[in-house]
């Protein structure tokens, strides 16, 4: 045996790591798999100005990502993007959303949509918190 440490791994790597473990979980856990979408807010030129990033499982959506441009933000946007990310999440059966966001990010944006934080990580980046929040559907 051999032990071999990289800060550069390539995604051939990475993803045979994944598929073991996903093949794994699956022989413990009947239907075990992911699903992925994503909206996005293009503008007359076609540059994304918004969009959202989803994954399904297990009965949960998880917000990967939300970002909008800073020339659009107030405008709603983003509150829109999230209804619709949850409004399909409900559509595919999940009864629970989840995602994390920095203290310095959308804290309130979320709680204002009904997420709680759940856990935190203080001192991210020495200043910073990470905090992870979750909502109930259905």
């Given at each position: 045996?051999?032990?071999i ?18 093949g ?13 979408f ?7 030129s ?12 297990g ?9 909008v ?17 949850e ?5 595919k ?43 109930r559907?259905?």
């Open positions: 045996m051999k032990l440490y990289t800060d550069r791994p390539n995604k051939k790597d990475r993803k045979y790591l994944d598929d073991k473990l996903m794994f979980n699956g022989d413990i856990i009947k239907g075990y798999c992911f699903n992925n994503l909206y996005k807010m293009i503008d007359e076609g540059l994304i100005i918004a969009g959202i990033d989803c994954i399904i499982g009965g949960w959506v998880e917000i990967i990502s939300l970002w441009s800073k020339d659009n933000r107030k405008k709603r946007i983003g509150e829109g993007l999230l209804f619709e990310a409004r399909t999440a409900k559509k059966d999940c009864h629970s959303a989840y995602l994390y966001t920095y203290s310095f990010q959308a804290p309130a944006f979320y709680e204002k949509h009904g997420y709680s934080i759940f856990g935190i990580l203080e001192n991210y980046y020495k200043k910073h918190s990470k905090l992870y929040m979750k909502k559907l259905v």
